[in-house]
């Protein structure tokens, strides 16, 4: 498996790259080759020679390079010129990557329009799955929120097309899971119930998973869903939240196209967002 590592080359995605724990977990599901990604906006150092100001970002990423290759992994990186996220995403297709991984650090107003930029929009236009790996906010020398990212899931699911693909990471994710909440919120806007009840529905799933020997809970919301799964997450303290990014119906992509960009944007710790198959 092939995993792009996005970075800016900020003391922030310099937390992801240098955190071995979080390499290692990266290993675990399988990712042998890894690709470093950094972008230089179009709009950025108008006026200078573009050589020079990609060589002193090469330079600066053979750092990270030697890191990566240190913990084991086959490593190529990318310095390359445009818009950030659609970059990012284009290489991710390019090379057939399983994961893209981009750290942020979250809430603020500020950090909010860093998001914009780059994390919301990969979640929004990504095709490959995305980790968003959460970096503490307002630290100097920041680290990651989470060391151990696949440890402990917490996976939404409105029983969608794609929230069902969603689950299917698991089949990886479960060499580094130990535990996971299956969390589903109902909503007004929720068609009429099928034979098989949530219950049921949650029931097969946790079952899979304690196949795997995952240790599983269950839990039923009901109302907003992007701030019921947050109110889960700050219960039971996963070390990531797994969702689909759209849903199967056109209401259900308009419905969990919105709660992915809430979770991305308000969560506490890690969000992997899977695209449609």
């Known amino acids: 498996m ?47 020679p573009a050589i020079d100001f990609e060589k002193r970002r090469r330079n600066a990423i053979r750092s ?21 996220h659609r970059r990012i995403r284009g290489i991710a297709e390019t090379i057939g990557a399983s994961l893209t991984v981009v750290g942020s650090r979250g809430k603020s107003p500020l950090e909010n329009r860093v998001i914009g930029s780059t994390a919301r929009n990969l979640a929004r236009t990504t095709e490959t799955p995305l980790l968003v790996n959460r970096i503490e906010r307002e630290a100097d020398d920041p680290s990651v929120v989470r060391q151990h990212l696949f440890q402990r899931m917490l996976y939404a699911t409105d029983f969608s097309e794609n929230a069902d693909h969603a689950f299917e990471a698991f089949s990886y994710l479960r060499h580094a899971t130990q535990e996971a909440t299956l ?95």
């Not at 970075?7 to 992801?16: G, R």
């Not at 290692?24 to 599901?29: M, N, S």
């Not at 946790?206 to 919301?221: G, K, M, N, V």
């Open 2 to 48: 092939k995993a792009v590592l996005a970075t800016d080359l900020s003391a922030a995605s310099e937390a992801t790259i240098e955190n071995e724990t979080c390499l290692e977990c990266l290993g675990r599901i399988g990712i042998e080759e890894m690709h470093l990604v950094t972008v230089i906006p179009s709009n950025v150092h108008a006026g200078m």
């Open 64 to 84: 990270y390079e030697d890191v990566i290759e240190r913990a084991g992994f086959d490593v190529e990186t990318h310095v390359v010129r445009g818009t950030p």
């Open 183 to 277: 969390v589903h919120v109902e909503t007004p806007k929720d068609p009429e119930p099928s034979d098989d009840d949530p219950d049921t529905r949650l029931s097969e799933l946790a079952a899979q998973l304690e196949e795997w020997e995952i240790d599983t809970r269950i839990e039923r919301r009901q109302g907003d869903p992007a701030a019921e799964i947050l109110a889960v997450e700050d219960a039971v303290d996963p070390t990531t939240i797994l969702v689909g990014s759209r849903g199967h119906s056109r209401l259900r992509r308009l419905l969990l196209g919105s709660v992915s960009e809430d979770l991305v944007a308000q969560s506490n710790g890690n969000v992997l967002l899977v695209p449609p198959s």
